[in-house]
């Protein structure tokens, strides 16, 4: 592997030092001996980084195209990336950026790549929900989820242009971003295409009408007979992508995003797959049930499950049940809806869509 490629740029900045590439790994070591867990996971991240033995990068998918995988990147195409994003959003070196998102996932660590790569400064903080609340000085760019960026309106005015990604963002959250002098993107994006591959300006002044999703550079695209986007980025992808997002093709380069071709639940910017975690607790319950999302204001999507029962059972009973299969906070359903009977498709399997949409009509939660 070229060692142009890890090179870091001289005008790279860490939390406000500067640093060679020498130099860096010792601050790898130390983040991972000596620093808070998002600092471990950064470490790591730069030493995979600098190793010249490396020439991908290990990543886990997020669920886009598929069930969530192992895969490997190569840094030449995370270069082209992040090379991709200077050129959209014009960002110079010497360029001022904030971490507030974790670096074992693709999108922190390309902010991390970015910064090597174009010499911009860049600090870290820890992640969290109200992201910006520790911030008491101005930056040039910055990527938050949209919870994150629900949670941190009151000082979004730090932030000159800031991409949002992870999660579609819901219409309260942009009537709340209509007069704010930062420039505010939507992303699209996924870690096979290394993030972000299309973005549209969310709370520009000048028009009402949403924007479609509009391609970086050298990235085009089209759709298969189910209007699912296939993604074509020759310097990016090793051959063109088939996704299971339905989108209305406006022309090779713009896109409008419609919704998942699937059922994978999107709370927060987390990806929850339903039948995988069905499986993890379906030996706590002897009736039926199943888990799906509804729609959230604040997380976009929210984990609910319903549960077939001709009798009422007592909510504390099935919240034990749940706690006992060692379900994460996100695992955890938000609510319950109990309906005394599933409908059922032709071949006997429960239809999802069909018993969510009369149990919300005439439902109990517990």
């Known amino acids: 592997m070229s060692k142009n490629i890890i090179q870091v740029h001289p005008h790279f900045k860490l939390n406000g030092n500067h640093f060679t590439t020498k130099e860096l790994y010792s601050v790898a070591y130390s983040f991972i001996k000596e620093g808070e867990d998002y600092e471990e996971l950064i470490g790591n991240f730069l030493l995979d980084w600098l190793n010249e033995s490396y020439d991908k990068i290990k990543l886990r998918t997020?669920?886009?195209?598929?069930?969530?995988?192992?895969?490997?990147?190569?840094?030449?195409?995370?270069?082209?990336?992040?090379?991709?994003?200077?050129?959209?959003?014009?960002?110079?070196?010497?360029?001022?950026?904030?971490?507030?998102?974790?670096?074992?996932?693709?999108?922190?660590?390309?902010?991390?790549?970015?910064?090597?790569?174009?010499?911009?400064?860049?600090?870290?903080?820890?992640?969290?929900?109200?992201?910006?609340?520790?911030?008491?000085?101005?930056?040039?760019?910055?990527?938050l989820t949209p919870h994150q960026l629900a949670n941190s309106l009151h000082q979004i005015h730090l932030i000159r242009k800031l991409i949002v990604g992870g999660a579609p963002v819901n219409n309260s959250l942009l009537n709340k971003l209509k007069n704010i002098p930062t420039k505010v993107y939507e992303t699209y994006g996924m870690t096979e295409t290394v993030t972000h591959i299309a973005t549209r300006r969310i709370n520009s002044l000048k028009k009402t009408k949403d924007k479609p999703f509009k391609a970086i550079s050298e990235v085009s695209f089209s759709t298969n007979n189910k209007h699912c986007l296939v993604i074509n980025a020759p310097k990016i992808l090793n051959e063109p992508i088939l996704t299971k997002d339905v989108v209305e093709l406006v022309d090779e380069t713009k896109f409008f995003w419609k919704g998942r071709l699937d059922n994978v639940i999107n709370s927060g910017g987390v990806k929850i797959h339903p039948e995988a975690l069905e499986k993890k607790i379906q030996s706590q319950f002897d009736f039926p049930f199943f888990l799906t999302g509804i729609k959230d204001q604040e997380l976009g999507q929210k984990l609910i499950m319903l549960v077939e029962s001709e009798n009422k059972i007592p909510k504390e009973k099935l919240y034990k049940q749940l706690d006992l299969a060692g379900l994460s906070k996100l695992e955890l359903p938000k609510e319950i809806i109990q309906t005394k009977a599933f409908n059922k498709t032709r071949t006997g399997k429960i239809d999802r869509k069909l018993t969510l949409n009369q149990a919300m009509n005439d439902h109990t939660i517990v």
Do not use: H
């Not at 074992?104 to 600090?123: Q, S």
């Not at 903080?125 to 930056?139: E, G």
């Open 62 to 143: 997020s669920g886009t195209t598929g069930a969530p995988k192992p895969i490997f990147i190569e840094k030449v195409k995370m270069k082209a990336s992040a090379l991709a994003t200077q050129k959209r959003f014009k960002l110079p070196s010497k360029t001022k950026v904030l971490l507030c998102i974790p670096a074992n996932y693709v999108a922190g660590r390309m902010m991390l790549v970015r910064a090597m790569v174009l010499g911009w400064e860049i600090d870290t903080v820890k992640p969290q929900s109200r992201a910006l609340d520790d911030i008491n000085k101005t930056y040039d760019f910055c990527a």
